[in-house]
Nanobody, 124 residues
């Protein structure tokens, strides 16, 4: 069982930046592809970004491409999401997720493990 704990959310003005972190309990963290999803009030959860086990390939939703960067530190069992040029429409609860598969990373059903989420609020 992999436990994921997100941190780094908060309130920021439009145009600002935040870096989310997600620490995994699993010593074999490097065996998992990692993803970030978000859910805004009244909306379904949506894919944001993902990174393969080795960190060699990353994937982004069109809405965040060029503004967000996902990265991982396998030695620290941590995945990051650097969010720049934030917009009010980025306001959501952001979830970290882990998958034993290394493909299909834009789909929720690929991921077996989820964190509790961290709130990001962007004011206009």
């Amino acid at each position: 069982q992999v436990q994921l704990v997100e941190s780094g959310g908060g309130l920021v003005q439009a145009g600002g930046s935040l870096r989310l972190s997600c620490v995994a309990s699993e010593r074999t963290f490097a065996h998992y592809a990692m993803g970030w999803f978000r859910q805004a009030p009244g909306k379904e959860r949506e894919f944001v970004a993902a990174i393969r086990r080795s960190g060699g390939s990353t994937y982004y939703a069109d809405s965040v491409k060029g503004r967000f960067t996902i990265s991982r530190d396998n030695a620290q069992n941590t995945v990051y999401l650097l969010m720049n040029s934030l917009k009010p429409e980025d306001t959501a609860v952001y979830y970290c997720s882990a998958a034993s598969l290394d493909y299909g990373l834009q789909y929720e059903y690929t991921y077996a493990y989820w964190g509790q989420g961290t709130q990001v609020t962007v004011s206009s």
